[in-house]
């Protein structure tokens, strides 16, 4: 085809979607963006309502972030991921806060990682505001002589230690000493007279600790693959041999056997731990303290035996200890058990000697002074032994005896250690002084040192020196704020402890009792105060919330361990009075601030939407931050609590104002009621969040029904406001569009940013009562629907008023009329749906109320009216000059090409349609385009029916022009689709040109084609006709038999009818010696029955041939006029039996027969009818003739 069949509108193929008009932020179009000045909530009078909306716009902003609140499920699982911003990263100024204990404590828990969050909170650049600080609750102050005699503690520490230095420790002694001098604030002589007193006094008396753990992978040396281990173990001085033995005590202990408050019992000689049967991964537990005499140069000496008798280990070591002067541990070792075999009950010693499994020497002044947990690997005792395994082993040195002031006054060492941690604390602290708030209680090098000599040195164990440093901290805690992380995290290292030990010394545990006390009594104060040092909106606070919380909630591990005193039964109701306190003291100070009770009724009232609007802003915070945060934490229902106080305290408000203006009501009141009204409904949405709710403790409940005559008279003045806004828009609109990349002129941006806002005040209006809201909603709705139609008469006005252009085809002013009457469709549409109300019997869920749905029904087809009413008076612009590009078509001489005679229609269309797809929204132009074809159909068929009897070539042309015209609407799936091009009049215009391009054989053909393509509409309206048909090719006849009718139409005066039954054959051409039959005439039925049979004689293969049939005409006999035409069927003879395929054997009478629903001639037959007609040969004049004959029979139709 030629390349015009390709001219295709370049924008039809790129016809998108048309964007959906978003809502600027600056509110108004461009002819009207200027905001007015906020405006104060008088009384409105008539304007352009421009200030209604502006302070329209004020509510609908604060409810902006008011939507969506999750079902109480919903919350209740997020309940686990509280909400605040991410935890402020460690401070690089030091080492991590797991670091904050002596190393003498070990590696303390790990830190749960900070929790994820569902939301996340505007992070605010600023620090948390500070906390309230009180140096009287700290400890007290020392006096001048208990500072030199801590000061002199510290001294002996350090120039007294024992053990090896680790690494992180620092190993300098003068450098210890000058750290001290600064801690101490003393001068150089008076610190070095300090020094060489301590030097004077005595040095302590060490001992060391021994725990004997475990062993594994021993070797086996009984028959039973097992052995039966016990350890022997004392202290090897440098001479070799052991010490003189003292009092004889019980040398082994065992923690589990000891009295509650007991501790290891000393022993100067070889001790014993039990023995465990049948085990090469023994587990003993057992404790030991040895007396050391010279830390650097005595050895810690342990053998593991395999056990072989039942002799008492213990009463042979007693014996053994009496015998002095034997030469070398080793055998010293193994006289031991030569000795209680000789004094034992067993037999023969060389039947029950003692396996050795292996030996240990560690020196004493290897012992770091932390102490330390370490698995040794056992050693033979000679190169002839053959040992192997581990054993794992506790060792800390200790001072049991110290020559200071403290000790000689009978202090404990634990009270020392928190002097001295009180002490150096505030000396780091001081040293951090520009981020104080944030310290983690990063000790230096110096100080964790002195910490750790002097917590091992007074032998405290890990739970003892926990709970100290808990104590210091939080005690300094709140006279200098520390961070609460490092809080928790002593609190943590105290419970990975608390197990581990029996109890704690009662002074320790009284004073541990009286900080809890003192910490919970200052982290309540603070929760009284939570919205001041806990804001909402600043990320590091919230996080400073959640460590406080975790803080207060750890501590109630710890209170069913205490015997001598608790610090608290019930921590959380403790919680929940002082949030209660709270909220009140936080709600009658705004109250007393926003709208005091002196002032009159409409003063008090702009005092109490801010106060209102306070109150659910408060609300938003406890339920999207610190709602999650409690109940995680400390399972308190914050925003339960939170919401019932504040709701019971703000409905109060609100019942005695509103009874008070009630009787006072004017715009200026109503004005106010109704934004109070719209952020109390706010308020109460939160109701639906809290679980286990009941309407009837609602204070707000029914608090709607003092507000409905304010809102009455409110959306009174809105009807106006609306109003005046759509003319004043439609006043300053120019008819232009408003930017490139809209279509819509300003009045419709105006006029659907009007219709948004109703629809969100509808929305947080949110009306409780059904039979209130559906009056309300019924009315709002109708009044929206007059303003819409209000405003496309005012459109339809302004562009008639306006001058048209001469010669101008597609008028711009209209494109905009329609875009804008389409916006305003769908944004009506939108906010009528957002119009609907509760009812009082729920119909289907998503299905509109009634009256809504009528309004919104009735609207849409008057704006769909109006549509192709500005549709039609744009398209009726083009009409004449499409007849002229038509009739162009029509009287091009046959000489010219097909696509030369379209070219100058289609060129046309492709101008026309490039402008209207640049002016109009996609909807728009698809109604256009279908206007457009439509005429052009209808003035091809006019072109066709001005032009009978004409050469095959015109129709031929029009034909080319056709399908043309179909590619270029289509556009490739970019324009209109090809069902819709197709149907309509498109389909009788084509029927029509396949008809006058066919021959008049061809045309009757057609004619019968259609007849057997016809299939009645209204079956039982005809009645129906049973025959059966088949051919006998040894004859060369067609059969057919009629067997009855049923359900005739009744055509005479008698309600019946005499119906006859013509048989013939067609076409004619193709059967003319064949010549028509007829039944007999069965009077007075409409169920004849005939049983009659007819013969055709003709061949088989013009049986075959197109349009062959069988045609059965039913007719109704008159004796004194002309026959009643009643109905006719056709049966294609290509499906007859014999011809479709031969017969094989049975009678031709019981084959099934056929019935045929009787009908009358529609118009696709009678199109074919109309094209012989125009035909002047003779065959077509004859066969036409013939069927004007049979229509007057049809005439008489009922």
Known sequence: ????????????????????????????????????????????????????????????????????????????????????????????????????????????????????????????????????????????????????????????????????????????????????????????????????RVKKAKAPTYALKVSVMRAKNLLAKDPNGFSDPYCMLGILPASGAPREPGPRTEQRFSFRKGSKRGGPLPAKCIQVTEVKSSTLNPVWKENFVFEIEDVSTDQLHLDIWDHDDDVSLVEACRKLNEVIGLKGMSRYF?????????????????????????????????????????????????????????????LKLITTQRDTGMSQRGRAGFLSYMLLLSRLLQ???????????????????????????????????????????????????????????????LLEDMQAHWEEASSLPQGQEESLADSFNAFSEFGLRLLRQLRDFFPATNSTAVYRLELLLKCLSKMQIFQPSFEVCSFRTELNADISAALKRGN???????????????????????????????????????????????????????????????????????????????????????????????????????????????????????????????????????????????????????????????????????????????????????????????????????????????????????????????????????????????????????????????????????VLPRPLLGCAQALDEDLQQEVHTVTAHLTSKMVADIRKYVQHISLSPDSIQNDEAVAPLMKYLDEKLALLSTSLVKENLSRVLEALWELLLQAILRALGANLDVSADFYGRFHFTLEALVSFFHAEGQGLPLESLKDGSYKRLEEELRLHQCSTR?????????????????????????????????????VVEVLHAADLPPLDANGLSDPFVIVELGPPHLFPLVR???????????????????????????????????????????????????????LGLGSVGGIARPQVGGSARARQPVTLHLHRPRAQVKSALRMLEGRTNKEAQEFVKRLKELEKCMEADP
């Open 1 to 196: 085809m030629t390349t015009l069949l390709e001219i295709k509108s370049s924008v039809l193929r790129q016809v998108q979607a048309c964007p959906t008009f978003r809502r600027r932020a600056e509110g108004e179009p461009a002819a009207t963006s200027a905001d007015p000045p906020e405006p104060a909530a008088g009384a409105w009078k008539r304007g352009d309502g421009v200030e209604f909306f502006a302070h329209m716009r004020l509510i609908l902003k604060k409810g902006e972030g008011r939507q969506g609140l999750p079902c109480p499920e919903v919350r209740m699982a997020q309940s686990c991921c509280p909400v605040w911003a991410s935890p402020p990263a460690p401070s690089a100024a030091g080492p991590h806060p797991s670091n904050r204990l002596p190393p003498c404590l070990g590696p303390p828990p790990s830190r749960p990682s900070p929790q994820c969050s569902s939301q996340v909170l505007l992070r605010s650049g600023s620090p948390a505001p500070a906390e309230p600080v009180d140096p009287s609750r700290g400890l007290r102050a020392l006096t001048q002589e208990e500072v030199e005699m801590l000061y002199e503690e510290a001294l002996y520490t350090v120039l007294y230690r024992a053990g090896t230095m680790g690494p992180d420790q620092v190993d300098d002694q003068e450098t210890l000493l000058g750290y001290l001098q600064q801690v101490f604030g003393t001068s150089p002589e008076e610190h070095a007279e300090a020094i060489e």
């Open 334 to 394: 193994k006289q031991i058990v030569k000795s209680a075999r000789a004094n034992g009950t067993a037999g023969p010693a060389e039947d029950h000697t003692d396996d050795f499994l292996g030996c240990l020497n560690i020196p004493v002044r290897e012992v770091p002074v932390a102490g330390e947990d370490r698995w040794f690997k056992l050693e033979p005792r000679s190169s002839a032994s053959r040992v192997q395994g581990d054993c794992q082993l506790v």
């Open 427 to 489: 000396f780091e602290h001081r040293s951090e002084e520009p981020k104080a708030s944030c310290w983690r209680g990063e000790l230096s090098g110096p100080a964790a040192t002195i910490l750790c000599l002097h917590g091992a040195q007074n032998n405290l164990s890990a739970l003892q020196l926990a709970v100290l440093h808990w104590q210091v901290s939080s005690r300094h805690h709140q006279t200098r704020t520390l961070d609460y992380g490092y809080l928790l995290g």
């Open 584 to 846: 009140r003291e936080w709600y009658d100070r705004l109250l007393n601030t926003k709208s005091p009770r002196e002032q009159s009724g409409p003063q008090r009232l702009a005092g109490l939407v801010e106060l209102a609007d306070a109150v659910y802003e408060d609300l938003q915070s406890c339920y999207g931050i610190y709602a999650s945060l409690f109940h995680s934490i400390t399972d308190i229902d914050f925003f339960t609590l939170t919401f019932r106080q504040l709701e019971r305290l703000v409905a109060e408000e609100a019942w005695v104002l509103t009874e008070e203006l009630s009787p006072k009501m004017t715009l200026e009141v109503a004005s106010g009621l109704f934004e109070l009204y719209v952020t109390l409904a706010d308020i109460q949405r939160f109701w639906s969040s809290i679980p286990g709710r009941d309407s009837r403790s609602l204070a707000l409940a029914g608090i709607h029904g003092p507000f409905l005559p304010a809102v009455k008279l409110w959306l009174q003045v809105l009807r106006d406001q609306v109003r005046w806004r759509l003319q004043g828009a439609v006043d300053v609109d120019t008819l232009e569009p408003m930017d490139a990349s809209s279509k819509h002129s300003s009045s419709a941006a105006s006029a659907s940013l009007c219709f948004s806002h109703i629809q969100e005040l509808w929305a947080r209006l949110a009306w409780p009562d059904p039979a209130q809201a559906e009056a309300l909603g019924t009315q709002l709705s109708q009044d929206l629907c007059a303003a819409t139609l209000f405003y496309t008469e005012l459109l339809r006005k302004k562009v008639d008023a306006q001058p048209g252009a001469a010669g101008e085809a597609v008028s711009e002013p209209l494109c905009v009329v329609l875009n804008n009457v389409e916006l305003l469709r769908k944004a009506a549409g939108q906010t009528l749906r957002g119009l609907a109300w509760p009812e009082v019997t729920s119909g289907p869920e998503g």
């Open 1002 to 1038: 061809e045309c009757i053909e057609q004619y019968y084609l259609d007849k057997l393509k016809q299939r009645s509409l209204e079956q039982k309206r005809f009645g129906r006709l049973s025959v059966r048909c088949h051919y006998e090719a040894a004859e060369q006849r067609l």
């Open 1076 to 1130: 028509s039959q007829r039944t007999q005439v069965k009077n007075r039925t409409l169920h004849p029955v005939y049983d009659e049979l007819f013969y055709f004689s003709v061949p088989a293969e013009a049986c075959r041939r197109r349009g062959a049939c069988v045609l059965f005409t039913v007719m109704d006999h008159d004796w004194l006029s002309t026959n009643d035409f009643a109905g006719e069927a056709a």
